[in-house]
């Protein structure tokens, strides 16, 4: 779709209160609603709708023509319905964890949910030093109820087909095809590599021929594998948090793909926010070591949580062979771990950067922090298949020379 074909404008902050009131009765009649544009994101337009008497609010998010990001992706205005089906989705497959959904709009590509205000974003709390002890727990859940329940594994496979079809995302998964596995390993123009940091990238990265030749593998593996449905882009900024709730949002890259994708890539964003903590501040070993507290976490319960849901949940025959479950829950941790290491490198390389990694002020803390992010990056994506346990990544991360050696 060309941005000419796009079939509806975006809205301004008035017409959102129009919209609002006279769509659904979520607000009362004679409600002074107060709209603000908030988003922060690379896609989307995230409007906040509140009474200022009842205190009553929601979220009403709009598609644009383009990414936020650049002009030069043009991106279909369906991701809004699947976001909107994906959210629904998950609500019944992981309950709790996924805001709700009240109105969905094809003509105005716009979806209407729970507003998380009172909820903090993830990258933005653990960039502040704030520790949740049950997040792991909670998204080990997450990912292993949305992903075994919608894989061959469980569903019937005409029945999976299907949801393969409705889901397919191209526009998206083109972002993701060029932005993680293709553009940051090798010199393209769109790349954005920090100076200090160029001579690293071009020798270790661009002239080593083999991770060449492993990402190639890892991205046709990307492309033709449609083993679960996916998040597609599940980031430290697509979680939010309290004391004790989780909630993933945003999952408009949704699409059937690699089930390791998901895990590898809230992995990676964990070892952004430990690496800011290591070069940004003295004396927070209590914060890293809740961070890796919670990257070793995730991983053994993912693998304990994802042994039961397969036991219990698994109705295909021939899964039940001896020794498959060890086979498949093994390629679905390498794909993770390979997947920790794309996301490692292309958030250094690439377009799209974290702030985690960008706010750090001093130019040779940053350069030592890009740098310890590529080695580990590089490291898990050659050797992806020696990382089966949550301590064996925790010790690869420690085991980057870079992390201490300032």
């Known amino acids: 779709m060309t941005k000419q074909e796009w079939p509806a404008a975006i809205m301004t902050e008035t017409e959102v209160v129009t919209y609002v009131k006279e769509a659904f009765g979520f607000f009362n009649k004679d409600a002074r609603l107060v709209c603000k544009e908030i988003g922060d994101g690379n896609l989307n337009y995230v409007f906040r709708v509140h009474d200022e008497e009842s205190k009553q609010s929601l979220i009403v998010k709009q598609a644009g023509p383009v990414s936020r990001l650049s002009d030069e992706f043009v991106v279909s205005p369906d991701r809004n319905r699947i976001e909107t089906d994906i959210l629904r989705l998950q609500g019944e497959l992981a309950p709790g964890f996924v ?5 969905y709009d094809r003509d105005k590509n716009c979806v209407v ?5 009172d909820y903090t974003i993830l990258r933005t709390a653990l960039l502040n030093r704030q520790q949740f002890p049950q997040l792991a727990e909670h998204l080990s859940t997450f990912l292993v109820e949305t992903l075994v329940s919608t894989s061959d594994l469980v569903l019937d496979h005409k029945a999976k087909k299907e949801l393969v079809k409705s889901y397919t995302n191209p526009e998206l998964c083109e972002i993701t095809e060029d932005l993680v596995y293709t553009e ?10 920090f100076q200090e940091t160029k001579s690293f990238v071009e020798k270790e990265i661009w002239g080593d021929r083999q991770l060449a030749l492993e990402t190639a593998k890892l991205k046709f593996q990307f492309l033709t594998n449609a083993q679960a449905l996916l998040h597609g882009d599940l980031h430290t900024g697509s979680i939010f948090v309290t004391s004790s709730e989780t909630k993933v949002i945003d999952p408009e890259f949704a699409f059937y793909g690699p089930a390791g994708y998901d895990v590898g890539n809230i992995i990676a964003n964990f070892i952004f926010a430990y690496t800011n903590s290591v070069y940004t501040s003295e004396g927070e070993e209590a914060f890293q070591h809740y961070l890796l507290d919670t990257i070793e976490t995730l991983v053994d319960q993912f693998k304990k949580k994802f042994i039961t849901a397969f036991q219990e949940k698994t109705t295909e025959r021939v899964a039940h062979y001896e020794g498959f479950l060890e086979h498949y829950l093994q390629s679905v941790l ?3 771990v390979a997947v920790v290491g794309l996301e490692l490198c292309r958030r250094i390389i690439g377009i799209a950067k974290v702030v985690d990694i960008t706010s750090i002020s001093d130019s040779q803390a940053r350069s030592e922090a890009e740098i310890a992010c590529l080695t580990l990056g590089k490291t898990f994506i050659l050797n992806r298949s020696d990382y089966q ?11 980057v020379g870079s992390y201490v050696s300032h």
């Open 113 to 117: 949910m729970e507003d998380l205000s």
């Open 184 to 193: 940051p390993f090798f010199p393209h123009p769109r790349n954005d590599v």
């Open 99 to 103: 805001p709700k959904v009240y109105h």
């Open 389 to 399: 346990t949550g301590h064996g990544v925790v010790e690869a991360i420690r085991g």
């Open 334 to 336: 390498e794909d993770a």
